[in-house]
């Protein structure tokens, strides 16, 4: 669930840049950091939330999280967290929100390398962090964001898929449930949400089901459960979104 704006959170105290070791559904409640932060499961699954929304970042993928943001994680599956603190003061390699990167081999073995706090301070971490952020000026985006709106009724649509992402009423269908014409949920999702609703459904589902994969629920049942009409079906969305299939995904954990 999203963070709401007014929760309160407090400058983290403690390492920025860690290792640590998060068992299935742990989380770290709501922080904000006066640093920007890198975080990124080397097994796993990690969302991250925030009033504007999740993220959700499985091994192939970083969440970055800028200076001052307001958020919390959350694990899927065992889950081994490595987190990166940069300078608010550096010169940002990402955007000013939240954003998920995609993460090759060499970022990978970089975030990895610098998460060990005792690097922190040496000479060896300056070298290190100074190729890392050479590598996220050059990462791209990915589109894994799932926005929420501030309607009330639009909110109460993206509600009920959330808690039954396998529910396949259509939006005019939803509408009668949460008091709202379709047409008007249809404007309400492209000037919120920046999407259309089928778009806003898929990116739910997609979610959902990297948090599925990560708890070892078999690839037939994911695409049962977040509301696939098959597993073909399944496999084909996801290799679209990121380039591999569930089984491959797996395999990467």
Do not use: K, N
């Amino acid at each position: 669930m999203p963070i709401s704006s007014q929760s309160p959170a407090q400058p983290r105290a403690g390492a920025i840049t860690t290792t640590r070791h998060l068992a299935a559904g742990g989380e770290v409640t709501a922080h904000r950091h006066d640093v920007h932060q890198i975080v990124y499961a080397g097994r796993g699954v990690l969302s991250v939330a925030t009033d504007a929304g999740s993220w959700v970042a499985p091994p192939t993928r970083a969440l970055w999280i800028p200076a001052g943001t307001v958020h919390r994680h959350r694990a899927h599956g065992r889950t081994v967290l490595h987190a990166v603190g940069i300078p608010a003061d550096a010169d940002p390699p990402a955007p000013e929100r939240p954003a998920v990167l995609a993460v090759g081999p060499l970022l990978r073995e970089l975030i990895i390398a610098y998460s060990r706090p005792e690097l922190e301070g040496t000479d060896e971490g300056s070298r290190i962090l100074a190729v890392l952020l050479d590598q996220l000026r050059h990462t791209p985006q990915q589109a894994l964001h799932l926005p929420v709106g501030r309607d009330p009724r639009l909110v109460a649509v993206c509600e009920l898929l959330r808690a039954d992402p396998a529910d396949r009423r259509t939006l005019a269908a939803l509408g009668v449930a949460a008091g709202a014409g379709e047409r008007t949920l249809t404007r309400l999702f492209a000037a919120e949400l920046g999407m259309t609703f089928p778009q806003w459904r898929t990116q739910l589902r997609l979610h959902h089901a990297l948090c599925l994969l990560a708890e070892d629920v078999p690839v037939t049942a994911v695409a049962h459960r977040c509301g696939w009409s098959s597993a073909s079906a399944f496999i084909d969305v996801f290799r679209r979104a990121f380039g591999h299939t569930p089984g491959a995904h797996r395999a990467e954990d």
